[in-house]
């Protein structure tokens, strides 16, 4: 860099850079103008009042004072690296989509996070772990967001707000943190039943992950692929971890969380700088797309069900390799947006009607959070393919527009950006008929609540049991209201009879009868599968 005391060459060289504020040798103002003192107000005398016309003084608070953005408002707590996703090819009979082409390597950003604590919470903390990977395709960003349990607490996202609410700290105190259960938790998820089968996955061990490179991620929702012929499957997402998935036990994950609350965090960016990547697999579970989008008998729009391994083997089909640390934790993993609408050709999303909802939110989050509509400006969010806007103006705009007429059609602008066709790569929706009576309703199948939360459970081993009944009994034993423990007890009742025992036999109360009326499973294929998912180490 060019010391000249006019500094021309430094502001020639500086021009395009996205990191000219910290260009050049000297300390400067926002505005290029050398400093010779930072560390003294401009004051009226050594000991008079500071006067209103230090600029350097204004602008160094103010811009402090602005240094905070919102938290997110689920999710805050995250830690992120780069990386490179290498597809194998074998998905291209299924979906058209570039980055899954054989041999194709596309640049990735991934962002790993608990859902409920602060973002100054510990990691280890029991919760579910969002995985939010942003692949930057020739195509136009894909964000794959999902979480390392494959299903979710609600089945319609109108009722997001009801159990986050329910979760995160109570107003009042803003006590206590995701780690301990709490009375409003377990009131919602105790009322609200379709939440079953995510609790018992939050109290298995996968609630309390050893490290992000050894857990498994998953999509959640069922999508739609289209091929290069038009043909279409149903299918669902899953991130296999190379280095195996293992867990925490719980006094491990409490005691890691007062000695070292940055635990994960500083796992993945330590191994990263020791040249240990985190690695994972890209599995598709691909099922047939059929006209009541159903496989086996399991409702593939209900987000709170999953499609057995064992009934659907996942095809590995890419892997992904985080290989690289972000330089500055706030503009990249703070500024990353992530939105399930970032979609490519050959990539559509279904009726789940939790999808539908999140379709809408992210977006809306973000405006908030970002200040404004020109966000996916910020370099981390920026896509790698080519972009051609006709958005305009707002809040932090950084493009310098040429043209006089952004709006199509037009005849005033000789270089106006042309519409692509299907075959060019534009994203094209599917023309599926949509129709029926409005009304806010769910299907029928939705009320089974139980069958696979019965399912996980009987399909681990004795450890694994054993830790689950002594997650549901110590987070049960933290409620200060009684009724609600014999209410979850209840809910167990329903799952498994055994289960229930024990974590009554562990309160100290009797264990209630199940319901006998409370939902038949309702896939014949359900009761032949053993096995919901791999073991945890
Ligand atoms: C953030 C996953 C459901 C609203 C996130 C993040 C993940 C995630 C991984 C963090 C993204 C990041 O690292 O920046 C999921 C999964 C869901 C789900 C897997 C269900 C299957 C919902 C629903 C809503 C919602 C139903 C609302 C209707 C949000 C919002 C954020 C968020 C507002 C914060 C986004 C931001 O500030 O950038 N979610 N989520 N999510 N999610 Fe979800």
């Known amino acids: 860099k060019s010391t ?18 910290q260009a050049g040798r000297y300390l400067t103002t926002s505005q290029g103008v050398r400093l010779n003192d930072t560390d003294h107000s401009l004051k009226a005398g050594p000991r008079g009042p500071t006067l209103l016309e230090d600029f350097h003084l204004r602008e160094k608070i103010t811009h402090f004072d602005h240094e905070r953005i919102p938290e997110r408002v689920v999710h805050a707590r995250g830690a992120a690296a780069h990386g490179t996703f290498r597809a194998y090819g074998n998905a291209e009979s299924v979906t058209k989509a570039g980055f899954l082409a054989k041999g194709r390597e596309t640049p990735v950003f991934t962002r790993f996070s608990t859902v409920l604590g602060s973002r100054g919470s510990a990691d280890t903390v029991r919760d579910v772990r969002g995985f939010a990977v942003k692949f930057y395709t020739e195509e136009g960003n894909f964000d794959l967001v999902g979480n390392n349990m494959p299903v979710f607490f609600i089945q319609d996202g109108i009722k997001f707000p009801d159990v986050i609410h329910a979760g995160k700290p109570q107003p009042d105190r803003e006590i206590p943190q995701a780690q301990s259960a709490h009375d409003t938790f377990w009131d919602f998820v105790s009322l609200h039943t379709e939440a079953t089968h995510h609790v018992i996955w939050a109290m298995s061990d996968r609630g309390i992950p050893r490290s992000y490179r050894t857990m498994e991620g998953f999509g959640v929702h069922t999508f739609r692929l289209v091929n290069a012929a038009g043909e279409t499957s149903l299918v669902k997402f899953h991130w296999k971890p ?20 940055d635990f994960h965090r500083r796992d993945m960016a330590d191994g990263i700088e020791a040249g240990a990547p985190l690695e994972f697999e890209l599995g598709l579970q691909v099922l047939p797309d059929s006209e009541d989008e159903t496989f086996e008998g399991i409702d593939l729009l209900d987000p709170t069900k999953l499609v057995p391994e064992e009934l659907a083997e996942v095809v590995l089909v890419g892997k992904l390799t985080l290989d690289r640390n972000p330089t500055d934790y706030f503009a990249e993993t703070e500024q990353v947006a992530f939105h399930t609408g970032h979609l490519v050709p050959g990539i559509e999303i279904t009726n789940d009607p939790l999808m539908q909802a999140r379709m809408f939110s992210y977006l809306d989050t973000q405006l908030t959070r970002l200040g404004g509509p020109n966000f996916a400006q910020l370099p981390i969010n920026c896509p790698h393919a080519a972009v051609n806007d006709n958005l305009r103006d707002g809040m932090h705009q950084t493009a310098i527009h040429q043209g006089m007429a952004p709006y199509k059609p037009n005849t005033v602008d000789d270089d106006q950006p042309e519409l692509a066709t299907e075959a060019e790569g534009a994203y094209v929706h599917l023309p599926r008929e949509v129709s029926g009576p409005k009304v806010r309703a769910n299907p029928v199948s939705f009320d089974d609540h139980f069958s696979q939360a019965t399912l996980f459970w ?6 694994e049991q054993a830790h689950i009944v002594e997650a549901y009994t110590f987070e049960l034993s933290k409620l200060f209201e009684k009724p609600i423990r014999e209410r979850v007890l209840g809910v167990l009742a329903n799952v498994d009879a055994e289960l229930c025992a024990r974590v009554a036999a562990g309160l100290g109360l009797p264990a209630p009868e199940g319901d006998p009326a409370r939902g038949v499973v309702p896939s014949p294929a359900l009761s032949q599968v053993t096995t919901e998912v791999g073991p945890v180490a």
């Open 4 to 21: 000249s005391p006019t500094g021309k060459a430094e502001v020639a060289a500086n021009v395009g850079d996205d990191r000219r504020a």
């Open 242 to 261: 190379v280095a195996g998935v293992h867990s925490l036990v719980w006094e491990e994950a409490q005691i890691a969380a007062g000695a070292d609350p």
């Open 458 to 463: 009987r399909s681990m081993s004795q450890v």
